[in-house]
């Protein structure tokens, strides 16, 4: 079975700080990889993903993820954060061999103090 | 375009009544997922349907929980018998194609989400 572990629940930074999120999957075969963001009072919002090739992925709002297939990760980045990437991030993981359907890490709630 | 919709987005209810929480699928998306977040945790997949099909339901809880994708219609996500401990997020999700959650072509959206309290 596939499982996703996110290494922190919680993070406070401050504007302009570097922001890096920690994802690691277990599953041997080839998967799917997802970040998704909640905002407050909001749906999930697909931030990027990767399927192959390049594994450094770069996605909306200046957010990119890089595949460590050795490592079995999948690490969210930000150079420099705003107010408003205040949210909660969820990385996902998906693969045909479990039915395609998407298992998400328990989230990681980000605070950017102004 | 509207999005996922799903509704109601607040719901309360006392242990022993039942809940309905619905899904409207993007236009032109046969493919529901309901997933559950409870406090504190992530999203926990329970069900994917596709019209009048189930398709996997291998997250569902075994008893009290039903869920349907009729040929008209929203999907709806049944609790019957609530327990404090069915507090959560539900959120609904939808897709065009069967298959691939996602795949260059087939993006999956989320609902905003119903959020059940049980007192």
């Known amino acids: 079975a596939q499982s996703v572990s996110q290494h922190n629940h919680h993070v406070i930074l401050s504007e302009a700080a570097s922001l890096e999120l920690g994802c690691n999957y277990s599953?041997?075969?080839?998967?799917?990889l997802f970040w998704y963001v909640q905002y407050p009072g909001q749906h999930l919002q697909l931030l990027l993903k990767?399927?192959?090739?390049?594994?450094l992925v770069k996605g909306i709002k200046g957010f990119e993820a890089e595949f460590i297939k050795s490592k079995f990760s999948f690490n969210l980045r930000k150079p420099s954060v705003q107010w408003s990437d205040t949210a909660e991030y969820f990385c996902?993981?998906?693969?045909?061999?479990?039915?395609?359907?998407?298992?998400f890490g328990g989230g990681t709630r980000v605070l950017v103090k102004p | 375009n509207a999005g996922v919709m799903q509704n109601p987005r607040h719901l309360v209810r006392r242990r022993g009544q039942e809940a309905r929480l619905r899904c409207s699928p993007m236009k032109g998306h046969s493919h529901v997922y309901w997933y559950r977040q409870l406090p504190e945790e992530g999203l926990k997949f329970m069900v994917y349907?596709?019209?009048?099909?189930?398709?996997?339901e291998s997250g569902m809880p075994k008893e009290r929980f039903s869920a349907e994708f009729p040929k008209e219609g929203p999907s709806i996500l049944r609790i019957q018998q609530v327990v404090r401990g069915d507090s959560a997020a539900y959120f609904c999700?939808?897709?065009?194609?069967?298959?691939?959650?996602?795949?260059?072509?087939?993006?999956?959206?989320f609902g905003e989400g119903s959020w059940l309290t049980v007192v």
């Open positions: 996902a993981v998906n693969s045909r061999a479990a039915g395609n359907k998407l298992t």
């Open positions: 999700a939808s897709s065009p194609l069967m298959g691939a959650v996602e795949s260059s072509g087939n993006t999956i959206y």
């Open positions: 599953y041997g075969g080839t998967v799917n």
């Open positions: 990767y399927f192959s090739g390049d594994p």
């Open positions: 349907l596709q019209k009048e099909n189930i398709i996997d």
